[in-house]
């Protein structure tokens, strides 16, 4: 009986040793999930709230200024193409149309500066029940096209209505007009931009939310099929129309906070060139998760801001960085990492650190070859000119520089490259090995 009872009280002891891992592991997957839900929203928060307390310089508000604008623009584009599947060309003209009826209001009535996102919100939301009753009688192709002929009109009307979008001088206002906000007035450059952040994390919360009601299901279930959307009920047309007017809603607050920042509302704010850039900041972050476009805005404000201010090539450094993205993760950098987060969850860390410096070494070369050619190019093409000169260890890279050392310069670092390119590839064929290897032993088991 002894041995019995023994016997059974080990028996249980290790049952309960065994069971308590599986339980605390149970217990810290909800955490895990909330950590992951988490971490982008402190990411976003410290990106907008931290840099000014270090470096108050007033190119650094105006870069995160300019950042937070193209956030809430990107992602109120994402809710035509990533949510909807609506590929749209005239996006910046609901941004343009909104910030433009903001600056007449502001003008002309005491609404306070905080409050002046919402007025161009409504104005472009205004804007899109009237265009969107056109472009979305088509999908596909030809909404992208309506959406560019729609685009094109508002641009010749900005230029034949003067008196409305202010001709070539545009609309200004002056922020400090508005009723102050307790001891704000608005007309500091730090004072300005706590409002602008405040509305980009108003404004992504709001489109977060949305992003997860049952009217954005209905959405996505019209990107995805309308065919069968319609059939259990739902009218697509409908759907994409009630896109379009949320999306032209936060595409005006966007305009808006780029009128608070810079004072001004041009006809360049609904401009081909904006439709554009936010939908390079839409591929080049991802469509398909929600952080995605934040990401990408980031990066475009980034190119338009910090490497222009140093070359003058920096949109030649945005298209290969937009072609390289789209060939090599089409879905975007938030795909991107998704999918290594996804390996190293896999693999580990120790595993798979050969294959990322390998390849962060041979990223690194290679795009120190690509500058040192790009800015020789640029330098013999242009001179001096509008910064076109870049120095290397000193030397000038002007039509005098002697073109043999630059040329073996660069063939050496595009060979350093290529070796580590392939080094990299034997460490990643070696984890796919082990990989395998390892699964065929399981199997076995």
């Known amino acids: 009986m002894r041995k019995r009872g023994g016997a059974s009280e080990s028996s249980t002891t290790s049952a309960l040793s065994t069971a308590a891992p599986a339980t605390s592991a149970r217990s810290a997957a909800p955490a895990r999930a909330l950590w992951r839900a988490l971490a ?22 105006a870069y995160l200024a300019q950042s937070a604008t193209m956030i ?76 560019l002929g729609l685009g094109e009109l508002v641009v010749a009307a900005a230029w034949a209505l003067p008196d409305w979008f202010g001709g070539a001088a545009g609309v200004a206002i002056d922020r400090t007009n508005g009723p102050p906000l307790g001891s ?75 009128l608070i920042n810079i004072e001004l509302v041009s006809t360049e704010s609904v401009g081909m060139v904006r439709s554009g850039a936010v939908l390079i900041a839409t591929v080049i972050g991802g469509p398909a998760a929600f952080f995605g476009p934040v990401a990408g805005a980031i990066v475009l404000t980034f190119f338009s801001v910090v490497v222009a201010s140093v070359t003058r090539a920096w949109l030649f450094y945005l298209g290969l960085f937009f072609v390289v993205v789209v060939a090599a993760s089409p879905d975007g950098l938030a795909g991107f990492v998704e999918r290594h987060a996804a390996r190293l969850a896999t693999y580990g860390w120790r595993r798979c650190r050969a294959v990322y410096i390998w390849s962060a070494l041979a990223v690194s070369v290679w795009c120190a070859a690509l500058v040192l050619a790009v800015q020789w190019a640029y330098a013999v093409q242009f001179g001096a000119d509008e910064g076109a ?32 390119a392939r080094y990299a590839s034997r460490a990643r064929a070696r984890v796919a090995d082990r990989s395998s290897a390892t699964q065929t032993a399981g199997a076995r088991r």
């Open 389 to 420: 000169v870049f120095s290397v260890a000193g030397v000038s890279l002007e039509r005098a520089t002697p073109a043999l050392w630059l040329g073996v310069v660069v063939f050496l670092l595009a060979a350093l490259g290529a070796v580590a």
């Open 40 to 61: 982008p929203w402190l990411a976003l928060l410290l990106f907008l709230a931290v840099p000014p307390f270090i470096w108050p310089q007033s190119w650094l508000l």
């Open 184 to 258: 704000w007035r608005f007309g500091p450059a730090r004072e300005a931009y706590a409002l602008i952040a405040l509305w980009c994390l108003l404004a992504s919360a709001a489109m977060f939310a949305l992003s997860r009601t049952p009217f954005m299901r209905l959405a996505n279930a019209v990107r995805d099929n309308p065919a069968r959307a319609a059939a259990i009920g739902c009218y697509p047309r409908r759907v994409r129309y009630g896109v379009v007017v949320w999306s032209a809603f936060f595409a005006g607050i966007a305009g808006t906070l780029g």
């Open 72 to 147: 809430v623009f990107a992602l109120s584009y994402n809710l035509l193409l990533g949510e909807t599947g609506l590929l749209s060309f005239g996006h910046a003209a609901y941004a343009g149309l909104g910030a433009l009826a903001a600056a007449q209001v502001f003008n002309h009535s005491g609404v306070p500066l905080a409050l002046l996102p919402l007025v161009g919100g409504l104005g472009g939301a205004l804007w899109g029940v009237v265009f969107g009753f056109i472009s979305t009688r088509r999908a596909g192709t030809a909404f992208a096209m309506i959406t």
